[in-house]
C-alpha cells in the first residue's frame, strides 16, 4: 500500500522507505516460504518414487501370477484359420477340414413398383426357433412402407427395396446374423418370398466320421468348442489345417523383461533424486535422505540374495550388472524354461513374490514420510499465515507514523512561516 502523504511536506517517498523496511520485517516469513518451497520439492519427490516403486509392484506381481505361468499360444498351419488361445488352454494339436462357411439367409420378393405389396393389414416375421413377429404395415402397404416398418421394428432382419436390371422392383430381406439359427420366413406379402441365399452354419470335420471322425458347425465362422480354451475362427474351405497349442515361453519372457525394466525404471528415479554433486549445484531433493538410500539396496538385494532352495536369479537370465542395473538374458531364460518349465517358474515367480513384498513395504515407508512431510508444510504455511496477519498490522503502523511525521513537519513549517512574518514586522517597525 502507497502512502497518501508519499513526501508532501518531507520530499521523502516514504512508500519506497516503509517498504524496505516491511522486507526487513518479512525476512523470517520469506524464510518460512523457502523451507516451504524446498518441502513441496520433497514430497514431489517422494511421490514420484512411490509412482515407480508401485510399478515395480505391479511388474512383481504379473511374474509370479499363476496366469503368467499358464500362458500359451495357439498357431495355424494355414491362414484359412485364425487361432487364439486363452490361459489354462489345453497344450495339443488338432487337424481338422472346414467344409463350410456359415452365411446368413437372403430372401426376395418381386413387388409392385407402386400400391400395395401385402395381402392384408400386416406381416408376420418368424427368426428361427423364435415366436412369430407382428409387423403393421397398414399406414403404409408399399414396397418402401413394408421396408420401412421391418427395419424400425429392430429384429435380426433388415429390408430394402431394389431395382433389378430388367426394371422389377424386389423387396430384398436380408439375415444380420448367419446360421441355420438364424433363418427367417415372412409371410402376409402378395407375392411369393423365394430364398436367393440359403442360411448355413460354417462345419469343420475332425478325421472320417464313418471311422470314428466327428463334425462341429457353428452359426458363426467361430468355434469355441473344437479345442478347450481355444477360439477359431475360420475365412475359408480347407483341408488338413493343423492348430498346435503350445505354452508360451515369449510371452512369460516380456512379463519377466517388463519386470527387470520397471526395477531399473524405480532404480534410476530413486538415484535421480537422491542426487549428489560437488558443490551442491545439482543436488536431488532427497539427498541425504537415509531411507531413500536404503531403496536402492534393498531392490538390489532382492535380485542379489537368489532363492533358498533355488539358487541364483542368473539360471532363469535376471542379475546385475557392474552399474548397478538389472539385465535379462532371454536366451537363458528360454533355455531353463525348455530345460525343465516347473524349475523356471519357481525361481522367475520367487523373485517377483520377493521384490512384490519388497516393494509394498517400500511403498509404506515413503507414504509415511510424505505425510510427516505434509504436515510440516501444513505447520509452515500456518506460521506463514500468522505473519501474514502481523506484516499487515507492522506496514499500518509505519504508514501512520509516516503520515503523523509529515503532518508535524507540516505544523512546523507554518510556525516557521508565522515567525519569519512576525520577525519581518518587528525589523520594519523599528
Not at 516460504?33 to 516403486?53: D, H, P, W
Not at 408399399?142 to 430394402?160: E, M, Q, R, Y
Amino acid at each position: 500500500m502507497t502512502s497518501s502523504v508519499d513526501g508532501l511536506i518531507s520530499g521523502l517517498s516514504t512508500s519506497a522507505l516503509i517498504s524496505q523496511l516491511m522486507q526487513v520485517e518479512a525476512a523470517p516469513q520469506t524464510q518460512l516460504k523457502t523451507k516451504v518451497s524446498n518441502e513441496q520439492k520433497v514430497v514431489a519427490a517422494y511421490q514420484s518414487i512411490n509412482t515407480k516403486l508401485a510399478a515395480l509392484q505391479k511388474a512383481a506381481e504379473d511374474l509370479s501370477a499363476k496366469t503368467t505361468w499358464s500362458s500359451v499360444k495357439a498357431t495355424s498351419s494355414s491362414d484359412a484359420v485364425t487361432a487364439s488361445a486363452a490361459n489354462g488352454a489345453v497344450t495339443g494339436n488338432a487337424t481338422f477340414n472346414v467344409t463350410s462357411l456359415a452365411r446368413g439367409q437372403v430372401s426376395t420378393a418381386v413387388v409392385a413398383g407402386t400400391g400395395s405389396v401385402v395381402a392384408g393389414g400386416s406381416l408376420t416375421v418368424t427368426i428361427g426357433s423364435g415366436d412369430p413377429v407382428t409387423i403393421d404395415v397398414s399406414a403404409d402397404p408399399s414396397a418402401a412402407g413394408v421396408a420401412k416398418a421391418i427395419n424400425a421394428k429392430g429384429l435380426d432382419l433388415k429390408a430394402a427395396v431394389i431395382t433389378t436390371s430388367t426394371g422389377d422392383t424386389v423387396l430384398q430381406l436380408t439375415s444380420t446374423k448367419t446360421g441355420t439359427a438364424n433363418a427367417f420366413t415372412v409371410t402376409g406379402l402378395d407375392a411369393p418370398v423365394k430364398n436367393a441365399v440359403t442360411a448355413v452354419d460354417a462345419r469343420v470335420e475332425v478325421g472320417d466320421p464313418a471311422t470314428g471322425g466327428y463334425a462341429v458347425t457353428s452359426s458363426s465362422n467361430t468355434f469355441t468348442n473344437l479345442m478347450s480354451g481355444v477360439t477359431l475362427t475360420v475365412k475359408r474351405v480347407e483341408n488338413d489345417v493343423t492348430v498346435d497349442v503350445s505354452a508360451d515361453a515369449d510371452a512369460i519372457a516380456a512379463k519377466t523383461q517388463a519386470f527387470v525394466d520397471a526395477a531399473n525404471n524405480a532404480l534410476k528415479e530413486i538415484s535421480k533424486q537422491s542426487a549428489w554433486s560437488q558443490g551442491g549445484t545439482t543436488n536431488g531433493p532427497l539427498v541425504g535422505d537415509y531411507m531413500v538410500r536404503e531403496l536402492t539396496d534393498r531392490v538390489l538385494g532382492t535380485v542379489s540374495s537368489g532363492l533358498a532352495g533355488y539358487g541364483s536369479f542368473k539360471q532363469v537370465g535376471v542379475q546385475l550388472d557392474r552399474d548397478g542395473n538389472l539385465k535379462f538374458d532371454k536366451d537363458a531364460f528360454a533355455k531353463a524354461y525348455a530345460a525343465d518349465p516347473a524349475a523356471a517358474e519357481r525361481g522367475a515367480a520367487g523373485l517377483g513374490a520377493a521384490m512384490t513384498t519388497m516393494a509394498e513395504t517400500a511403498q509404506k515407508n515413503v507414504t509415511s514420510s510424505t505425510q510427516s512431510r505434509n504436515k510440516l508444510v501444513d505447520n509452515l504455511n500456518d506460521q506463514i499465515a500468522a505473519w501474514d496477519v502481523r506484516l499487515t498490522a507492522r506496514q499500518t503502523a509505519l504508514q501512520k507514523q509516516f503520515s503523523n511525521l509529515e503532518v508535524a513537519l507540516g505544523k512546523l513549517q507554518s510556525q516557521s512561516s508565522w515567525l519569519s512574518g512576525q520577525l519581518a514586522g518587528l525589523s520594519s517597525g523599528s
